[in-house]
């Protein structure tokens, strides 16, 4: 196994998972049970056998092995109580019998001995020891010593889970480049030593902008439309043992704020049919009241104008709101001014222009979205046709309207934002 390729490893794990969603009848709960158990544990999985083994690549086809094992073991022996637990048991004795054939060093088999995946992780009480592997795993993924790309490629496939194919195109390369890149950053870690766990002192501060990238990533990566909402859940805790980390930083304060105030609608986003709900026809008494109360005190722990503290400010507007029609649009498009003055970029411009659109009049925003647009950052992307439909639905032309709205559901990729935005046309025809 020593000899497998980490692309190969990386990839086998997507195949699982596409597996396990397409099964063939007979074993069609298994199969699902074990998707369903990989996401959450193979990236605990990984982080445990790093941090005890040292080896990246050893830790990655311990990980898949153990959901191989899976899929051929649960459709006849019965799906066990506790999945997660099972797999890292499945994973840390295949790691152990690798070491053992290597002569690995006696400590790092009794350290693995000493890992008790059967039980259930429970959050640290306050007073212990904050950062788990998964924390640990993040930080060593944004050490300086990889380029910035790197980084984030990096923990997209190992933190995050996402297939070398979906990070290419997201920063579009070919599927054989980010292979490559992933490898270096294996190889540079190895080879510079770069040590596995959180820095201290003024390391920890150096790091800190890119971890709080990569949590708001993974959060996005549950928290889209057709996301794995396991992926989000993650990324609150690892905000909120960050926080407790380091709770005099106003951006970490500020991210774990954000998450928590979006992270509060989780359970309204969809009617019962499954299909997406925009923020006006969610029905606001199924919004998480704790995790908002949650966000806002994490927000009045905010001194400083950060990216994700105006983001959160513009959530905290949102959550808060007792109606749609009671939302506090002219604060959310000055922050959103501020924003981006502060961190420019075509989405937030877009964002800018349907808060203009509200607080000041669909004419307004046609106008802030055509300044969008002017640059180029916009083209071929979808959801700038879907913001245009909307505005020029609120100025009265429902039928142009509806035809931006299929438009835009032609081009996104997204099948339940497709199946939200055709149900808009179909309204405006109506």
Known sequence: MGQRSSATVNDSWAQSSAKAQSPAPAGAAAAE????AGVEAYPRIVATLIRVTGDWALAEDCAQESLTVALERWPTDGVPANPGGWLMTVARNRA???LRRATVERRKLHDLALLTPDEAQPEPEMGQDVVDDRLRLIFTCCHPALAI???VALTLRTVCGVPTADIARLLLVSESTMTRRLTRARTRIAQAGI?????NGPAL???????LAVLYL???RGYVADGEPAFADEAVRLARLLDRLMPDQSEVAALLALVLFQHSRRDARRDADGNLLTLERQDRYRWDRAAIAEGRAALDRVRHDGQYAWQARIAACHATAASADETDWPTIARAYDALADLRPSPVIALNRAVAH????????GLVVLDAARAGGGLDGYPLAVAVQ????ARQGERRRAAGLFREAAAAVGSTAERRALLDRADELDR
């Open 205 to 211: 501060t150096e790091r800190l902008p890119g971890v």
């Open 195 to 199: 040590p596995y766990r959180v820095p």
């Open 389 to 392: 439909a909307d505005l020029v």
């Open 96 to 98: 152990i019998d690798v």
């Open 357 to 364: 659109g509200y607080a000041y009049g669909p004419a307004a």
């Open 33 to 36: 049970a074990v998707a369903a």
């Open 218 to 220: 993974l959060f996005t």
């Open 149 to 151: 790309e790197a980084r």
